[in-house]
């Protein structure tokens, strides 16, 4: 399980009632949850000060360090060949990712919840982030500005301007529910925002999810991916809306895919939602139970 940008593993087990990785485990399925690197929960960025300054990103961090090492952990412990990759969000696009540029043979399938491959339409408020973040330099590079060493939901100004909580949650989250589970959210690498802001905007690459240090096209390598895929998104997802979440559905090449839009879910409800259990739960375990 890959959980998504500011995220930890508390949006797969918040608590006893909602909880994804409990109902798989007690469904018989062995559940793992990575973190990524500066990301547990406890919603301080204080601590990960040291490392701010590393130019961590989605690629060559997330993906090639910790994804991989987290997918060698993991076979090497449990002894099995292949596993499924389980992502919320941005932790969809690293099982896409993992599909296309490191190793489709270590995957029995990918479930992508909230998780659209193609880029989209980004506001105003994020592109004022973006401004905020990011600069090219006379090379044409996207480098991080001087002042700019994190993304910090909780204690930037800037993010908190842009970032609503509607954005996320569509009431089916109780308000102490959302009010907790942002207190757990951690910063992100500048690295992982350059990637995130610059790669997801449509007004490049025609609307491909792309890299902007390689110029790799994620969105035209999803058909490459032929393991078994699963997408769920919700209706009312403002972040990954359904359009994109169909448009991710079409690219990918696998033969074994379905889709799921549930209505009335947003962002962050698909896992969090007081009827998530009912709802999004069995339509994972039962999709698994089948392969």
């Known amino acids: 399980m890959i959980p998504g940008m500011f995220e930890s593993h508390l949006v797969f087990d918040f608590d006893n009632e909602t909880s994804l990785s409990q109902y798989l485990s007690e469904q018989g399925y062995d559940t793992w949850i990575l973190n990524l690197r500066t990301h547990d929960g406890d919603g301080d960025p204080r601590e990960d000060n040291?490392?701010?300054?590393?130019?961590?990103?989605?690629?060559?961090?997330?993906?090639?360090?910790?994804?991989?090492?987290?997918?060698?952990?993991?076979?090497?412990?449990?002894?099995?060949?292949?596993?499924?990759?389980?992502g919320h969000s941005m932790g969809g696009y690293l099982a896409y990712a993992y599909a296309e540029l490191i190793n489709q043979s270590d995957i029995a399938g990918i479930i992508?919840?909230?998780?659209?491959?193609?880029?989209?339409?980004?506001?105003?408020?994020?592109?004022?982030?973006?401004?905020?973040?990011?600069?090219?330099?006379?090379?044409?590079?996207i480098v991080p500005r001087l002042f700019a060493k994190k993304l910090d939901l909780n204690n930037n100004p800037i993010m908190r301007f842009g970032v609503k909580t509607e954005s996320f949650y569509r009431f089916e989250t109780g308000f102490d529910k959302q009010r907790r589970f942002i207190?757990?959210?951690?910063?992100?690498?500048?690295?992982?925002?350059?990637?995130?802001?610059?790669?997801?905007?449509?007004?490049?690459?025609?609307?491909?999810?792309?890299?902007?240090?390689?110029?790799?096209?994620?969105?035209?390598?999803?058909?490459?991916?032929?393991?078994?895929?699963?997408?769920?998104?919700?209706?009312?997802?403002?972040?990954?809306?359904?359009?994109?979440?169909?448009?991710?559905?079409?690219?990918?090449?696998?033969?074994?895919?379905?889709?799921?839009?549930?209505d009335g879910y947003g962002h962050v409800d698909l896992l969090l939602g007081k009827s998530a259990n009912q709802d999004v739960y069995p339509l994972v375990g039962n999709w698994l139970d089948k392969r």
């Open 50 to 86: 040291e490392n701010i300054d590393k130019y961590w990103d989605f690629d060559q961090t997330y993906l090639k360090k910790d994804m991989v090492a987290a997918v060698d952990f993991i076979k090497n412990e449990t002894g099995f060949e292949k596993i499924f990759l389980l």
């Open 112 to 141: 992508g919840i909230a998780s659209a491959g193609v880029a989209y339409e980004m506001d105003t408020a994020m592109k004022i982030i973006r401004f905020f973040c990011c600069r090219k330099n006379i090379k044409g590079e």
């Open 183 to 262: 207190d757990t959210v951690d910063a992100e690498p500048i690295g992982v925002v350059i990637d995130m802001l610059y790669g997801f905007d449509k007004d490049f690459k025609e609307g491909h999810w792309w890299d902007p240090q390689t110029g790799y096209d994620y969105t035209d390598n999803l058909k490459n991916i032929t393991v078994p895929v699963i997408l769920i998104g919700g209706k009312q997802d403002v972040s990954d809306k359904i359009e994109d979440i169909v448009e991710t559905f079409n690219h990918i090449g696998s033969e074994d895919k379905q889709i799921h839009i549930l």
